[in-house]
């Protein structure tokens, strides 16, 4: 339910280092600084939204933690991410990303596409 693709690098040198990625997606994307020890996402989707399923969500700089599981059946999981990496998330799979260290995500989907598709729960 849970997917980590690491981001491809392309070259490297003295300036440090290039990577790609694909995506289909256009429009408002959101990117967010997350300090140590913080905790976002704790909600799931359904897949109602274009850009929600999957949600695809790309860790740009340090290390955190996806924690999930699905809502409608027992598996569950988690995952160490070390940055660049995509995290995908597939629609019934609740999800947070911890912090293990400060961090910057790249979101492929603005706040509006889960407006309508994002539920809560306490874990």
Known sequence: MVEIKPISK???????AT???DTERTGQFIIAYRKAG???GRHY????????????????SGEATVNWFDVRGTDKGS???TAPAMVIVQPWA??????????IVF?????EDGKDDTY????
């Open 94 to 103: 609740w999800h947070e990303v911890i912090a293990d260290t400060d961090i």
């Open 19 to 21: 990577h790609y990625f």
């Open 79 to 81: 995952c160490k991410v």
């Open 107 to 111: 979101e492929l989907n603005a706040l």
């Open 120 to 123: 809560r729960l306490d874990k």
């Open 10 to 16: 392309i070259a490297e040198d003295e300036r440090g």
């Open 45 to 60: 989707h359904k897949g109602t939204a274009k850009n929600k399923n999957p949600e695809q969500v790309i860790i740009m």
């Open 38 to 40: 913080s905790a976002s």
